[in-house]
C-alpha cells in the first residue's frame, strides 16, 4: 500500500516474485478479473505502475484487497487526527519492534519522505527515544504505541491520561491505536508470506538498506 508516484530510483521496487516467497502471491497475469480491475484501480489511483507485494498478499481474498485499499487511501496515507508523518512515524517504529522486514523498509522509506530525519529513523529502528530528534510529546505517543503493541490488556485509563497531558487528543489517540493494531497484522502477514525488504531506505542515498535490522529486543529495550 504505497500511494507516491513512482519515480526513476523505485524501479527496481516491488519486485516480490512468488518463487521468493513462502507462499504464492497473486500474480497480476494469473489474477481473477476482479482482483485485476482492483489491481488497475490501484495503480491509477496512487499512480504507481507495479502493486507492492502486501497488496498481492491480500489478494488471495479479494473482499481483503478492496478493504485494504479503502484503508490505505482513507486513513492511513493521509493526513487524519494524526499527520502523515506521524502515522509513519508508529507504522515504521512498530514494523522494527516487530521485526518486518518488508514493513519496516516501505514505512520508514516514507517516514523520511514525509520530512522525518535519518537521526529519527535510527532512533525508531534501536528504540532509542530519549534523543533530541524526538520530540517529547512524540515519545509519549510511541512509548503508548509500544505499550499497545506489546501489552494492549494492560493499557490503562492513565496511559491515556499521560498521552493527553504530552498534548494529544483523544481522536489522535485512537487514531495511534489503530494504526499499531493494523501495522501488527500486517507485520504478521508481510512476515508469514515471506515478503523481502524493497531496499527502499537504500534508494535515499542515506544509509545501507542492511543497517537496518529488525531486531525486537534492540539496545533500547532493557527486558
Same mark, same amino acid.
Given at each position: 500500500?504505497q500511494?507516491e508516484?513512482?519515480?526513476?530510483? !523505485?524501479?527496481?521496487?516491488?519486485?516480490?516474485?512468488?518463487?521468493?516467497?513462502?507462499?504464492?502471491?497473486?500474480?497480476?497475469?494469473?489474477?481473477?478479473?476482479?482482483?485485476?480491475?482492483?489491481?488497475?484501480?490501484?495503480?491509477?489511483?496512487?499512480?504507481?505502475?507495479?502493486?507492492?507485494g502486501?497488496?498481492?498478499?491480500?489478494?488471495?481474498?479479494?473482499?481483503l484487497?478492496?478493504?485494504?485499499?479503502d484503508?490505505?487511501?482513507?486513513?492511513?496515507?493521509?493526513?487524519?487526527?494524526?499527520?502523515?508523518?506521524?502515522? !509513519?512515524?508508529?507504522?515504521?517504529?512498530?514494523?522494527?519492534?516487530?521485526?518486518?522486514?518488508?514493513?519496516?523498509?516501505?514505512?520508514?522509506?516514507?517516514?523520511?519522505?514525509?520530512g522525518?530525519?535519518?537521526?529519527?529513523?535510527?532512533?525508531?529502528?534501536?528504540?532509542?527515544?530519549?534523543?533530541?530528534?524526538?520530540?517529547?510529546a512524540?515519545r509519549?505517543?510511541?512509548?503508548?504505541?509500544?505499550?499497545?503493541?506489546?501489552?494492549?490488556d494492560?493499557?490503562?485509563?492513565?496511559?491515556?491520561q499521560?498521552?493527553?497531558?504530552?498534548?494529544?487528543?483523544?481522536?489522535?489517540?485512537? !487514531?495511534?491505536?489503530?494504526?499499531?493494531?493494523?501495522?501488527?497484522?500486517?507485520?504478521?502477514?508481510?512476515?508469514?508470506?515471506?515478503?523481502?525488504?524493497q531496499?527502499?531506505l537504500?534508494?535515499?542515498?542515506?544509509?545501507?538498506?542492511?543497517?537496518?535490522?529488525?531486531n525486537?529486543?534492540?539496545?533500547?529495550?532493557?527486558?
Open positions: 500500500m500511494p508516484k513512482q519515480t526513476p530510483s !523505485e524501479s527496481r521496487l516491488n519486485r516480490s516474485s512468488s518463487t521468493e516467497t513462502n507462499l504464492p502471491l497473486v500474480e497480476e497475469d494469473r489474477a481473477s478479473a476482479e482482483v485485476a480491475a482492483l489491481f488497475t484501480q490501484y495503480r491509477a489511483g496512487f499512480g504507481r505502475a507495479n502493486v507492492p502486501i497488496l498481492r498478499c491480500f489478494a488471495t481474498h479479494p473482499p484487497l478492496r478493504a485494504m485499499m484503508l490505505a487511501k482513507n486513513m492511513l496515507f493521509t493526513d487524519g487526527a494524526l499527520s502523515r508523518r506521524h502515522k !509513519e512515524m508508529i507504522s515504521a517504529f512498530v514494523s522494527f519492534r516487530n521485526s518486518c522486514p518488508y514493513c519496516a523498509d516501505s514505512h520508514g522509506y516514507f517516514f523520511r519522505e514525509q522525518g530525519s535519518d537521526a529519527a529513523l535510527c532512533a525508531l529502528r534501536d528504540n532509542r527515544l530519549d534523543t533530541a530528534s524526538i520530540t517529547d512524540e509519549s505517543l510511541l512509548q503508548f504505541a509500544e505499550k499497545v503493541n506489546r501489552a494492549s494492560a493499557v490503562h485509563p492513565d496511559d491515556m499521560q498521552a493527553a497531558q504530552s498534548g494529544w487528543s483523544e481522536l489522535q489517540i485512537a !487514531e495511534t491505536i489503530h494504526t499499531v493494531a493494523l501495522f501488527a497484522a500486517f507485520n504478521r502477514i508481510a512476515n508469514a508470506f515471506g515478503l523481502p525488504s531496499g527502499l537504500a534508494s535515499l542515498g542515506g544509509l545501507p538498506d542492511s543497517h537496518f535490522s529488525t525486537p529486543l534492540s539496545k533500547g529495550d532493557a527486558s
